[in-house]
């Protein structure tokens, strides 16, 4: 099932097809998120998800903590829709430099 995800302080609007995680849909369509590792290890794509559910396939990853978790945080790099969302990143795009 394709889902969309809303960046809230931008109103930017994108949609993620089946298999795809939000960080992958995102760049995939000109959206520009932070990111890093692309692996779950990082944390620099960690966002507030503000309305909606993210599920993790491959398990819990390493750079999102239970606390984090449990208050609401997600990672797009990892994190895949299980509903439309809304989404605050929580580190600036400006902010970030990606792995290389």
């Not at 969309?4 to 109103?11: K, L, Y």
């Not at 849909?25 to 507030?48: D, E, K, M, N």
């Not at 990672?75 to 509903?83: D, E, I, Q, W």
Request: proline share 7%.
């Amino acid at each position: 099932m394709t889902f969309s995800v809303t960046i809230q302080s931008t109103g930017e609007r994108f949609t993620v097809e089946p298999g795809e995680t939000v960080l992958q849909a995102g760049l995939r369509q000109g959206i520009t998120l932070p990111c890093g590792c692309h692996g779950g290890v990082c944390g620099a794509c960690i966002s507030r998800i503000i309305e909606g559910r993210v599920v993790y396939p491959d398990g819990q990853p390493l750079a999102l903590m239970v606390e984090e978790a449990e208050s609401g945080k997600g990672l797009c790099c990892v994190g895949h829709p299980a509903s439309d969302l809304v989404i605050e990143p929580v580190n600036s795009a400006v902010d970030w430099e990606p792995w290389v």
